[in-house]
Structures are given as C-alpha cells and as structure tokens.
T-cell receptor
Framework: TQLLEQSPQFLSIQEGENLTVYCNSSSVFSSLQWYRQEPGEGPVLLVTVVTGGEVKKLKRLTFQFGDARKDSSLHITAAQPGDTGLYLCAGTDRGSTLGRLYFGRGTQLTVWP | DSGVTQTPKHLITATGQRVTLRCSPRSGDLSVYWYQQSLDQGLQFLIQ???????AKGNILERFSAQQFPDLHSELNLSSLELGDSALYFC?????????????FGPGTRLTVL
C-alpha cells in the first residue's frame, strides 16, 4: 500500500495570510495530484504534477513536486474564505499504467474573513 | 457539476441488508472508479472498470462487488452490511484507463448502516 501523509491535518487562518500544506511519502509516485473537496461534494482536481522538481501555479496556488517524486507541497498566497475546503493529495503507482489513486487523509483548511 | 451522476444521494439501511449504488460516467468516459471515504480511513480506492472490464482492484471487501454495463454505467453492490460500512461512496470517471487521465468525481452516495 502506498501511503501519503498530509500535514497539517487542520489549518485555521485569517483572510490574507499565506499557508503551506505538505504531502509526504516514502514511496516514489509516477504523478501526484491535488484535489479540493467541499462538504457534500466529490473531490475536484486542481493540478497534476509529473516531473520531479516541477512547479505549477494556479492563480494564488503554487504546487511543487519533490525532486525524488516522493513529496509535494501546496502554497496558497493571500488566502480567501473561498479557499476553505479539504485539500487532498493523491498519487499514482510508479510504473503503473492504471488509474488507481492513493489518497492522503487531507488538510482541512478554514479561512476566516 | 462534474458530469458524473450518482444515485441515490443518501441511503439508510440496517445491518445484514444489501444495497446497490449506481453511477453514470461523463459522456465519452470509458473508465469508472469506485472509492470509499470514511472518517477513519480517508478516501480509499475500491475498484476500476474500463469499457466493461475490471482493470484494477483495491481494498474491496468480498461482500462488495461491482460491474460496468454495456452502456458504461456502473453499479456497486454491498451485501451483508455492517456498521463499519457506513461511509461516503464516490464514483469517478475518466476518458482512458491510464494514470494521468483526469478523474472526475460524482457527488457521492452517503450510506448509513444502522
């Protein structure tokens, strides 16, 4: 079983603050994906990172894939209440051609106005 | 709206019973995935189908089974239900079966076993 550990588990901040959440594993992944899930809904894909060391930006969100493809981080600049949600990282098996995703337990982010 | 539909949205049943969860993938998607989300285990992969055939199996109990029909909709059957089966069950779909295909998740079915 591929294990992904996310930290912190909970994060409560004020609007305008910056934050970083982490996704770590002892396993190498073919790719890593970040999802956001809101209550009563399914996860929605934010980004996929494939290459070790890759950095992707999505407006105020910056995603980084570790050089060894074992870890990833999500940095949010100037957080807004609309960023509130459960952030999940998910990895795909190294060498596998199938779509099975291994999910971390998630970081529950609350941004207060 | 992801384009993936799941029914029912909520299901309440008793231990020992059998239920069927239904999923319709996005138009054009051939792969269907089932995931279980619980507070203690997080989101866990159960099974994947591609164009009617089983492609990958995860932590799916023997009491659970699934299939994908010729029209590509899928059903997840849960039998001899136990209290611990209470969870959110998500279906996702993707165009292909490979790892980097984006998976689109449905809204989920919340199963409560009393």
């Amino acid at each position: 079983t591929q294990l992904l550990e996310q930290s912190p588990q909970f994060l409560s901040i004020q609007e305008g603050e910056n934050l970083t959440v982490y996704c770590n594993s002892s396993s190498v992944f073919s790719s890593l994906q970040w999802y956001r899930q809101e209550p009563g809904e399914g996860p929605v894909l934010l980004v996929t990172v494939v290459t070790g060391g890759e950095v992707k930006k999505l407006k105020r969100l910056t995603f980084q894939f570790g050089d060894a493809r074992k870890d990833s981080s999500l940095h949010i600049t100037a957080a807004q209440p609309g960023d509130t949600g459960l952030y999940l990282c998910a990895g795909t098996d190294r060498g596998s051609t199938l779509g099975r995703l291994y999910f971390g337990r998630g970081t529950q982010l609350t941004v207060w106005p | 709206d992801s384009g993936v539909t799941q029914t029912p949205k909520h299901l309440i049943t008793a231990t020992g019973q059998r239920v069927t969860l239904r999923c319709s993938p996005r138009s054009g998607d051939l792969s269907v995935y089932w995931y279980q989300q619980s507070l203690d285990q997080g989101l866990q992969f159960l099974i994947q189908y591609y164009n009617g055939e089983e492609r990958a199996k995860g932590n799916i109990l023997e009491r659970f089974s699934a299939q994908q029909f010729p029209d590509l909709h899928s059903e997840l059957n849960l039998s001899s239900l136990e209290l611990g089966d209470s969870a959110l069950y998500f279906c996702a779909s993707s165009v292909g079966q490979v790892a980097n295909n984006e998976q689109f998740f449905g809204p989920g079915t919340r199963l409560t076993v009393l």
